[in-house]
């Protein structure tokens, strides 16, 4: 089992910035991909930003490209989101997810098996 928990949600301002952390613990060794996605109130739960289990690649939704930015850290088994330049439309609930995958980068939920409980993210106009 792996264990994930999100952390540095809030309430920002347009044009504010957030840094999101994820701290992974139990097997952590399994751990390949981990992804960030959003859930917005009446809309389904998509992938903002992943990357791989060496930072070897990282995937960014056309929404983020340029503003958010994914690290990781596996000496700390975590992984960062820094968001810039934050807009009213990032508003969302934000999960980590953990693949055991160390071959490419999902972008499917499904490939995900492990799940943080969600962090909020609000931006006001």
């Known amino acids: 089992q792996v264990q994930l928990k999100e952390s540095g949600g809030g309430l920002v301002q347009a044009g504010g910035s957030l840094r999101l952390s994820c701290a992974a613990s139990?097997?952590?060794?399994?751990?390949?991909?981990m992804g960030w996605f959003r859930q917005a109130p009446g809309k389904e739960r998509g992938i903002v930003s992943a990357?791989?289990?060496?930072?070897?690649?990282?995937y960014y939704h056309d929404s983020v490209k340029g503003r958010f930015t994914i690290s990781r850290d596996n000496a700390k088994n975590t992984v960062y989101l820094q968001m810039n330049s934050l807009k009213p439309e990032d508003t969302a609930v934000y999960y980590c997810?953990?693949?055991?995958?160390?071959?490419?980068?999902?972008?499917?939920?499904?490939?995900?098996?492990?799940w943080g409980q969600g962090t909020q993210v609000t931006v006001s106009s």
């Open positions: 139990g097997r952590t060794f399994s751990i390949g991909t």
């Open positions: 990357i791989g289990w060496n930072s070897s690649g990282t």
């Open positions: 997810a953990s693949a055991p995958t160390r071959l490419y980068l999902p972008r499917l939920r499904a490939s995900y098996d492990y």
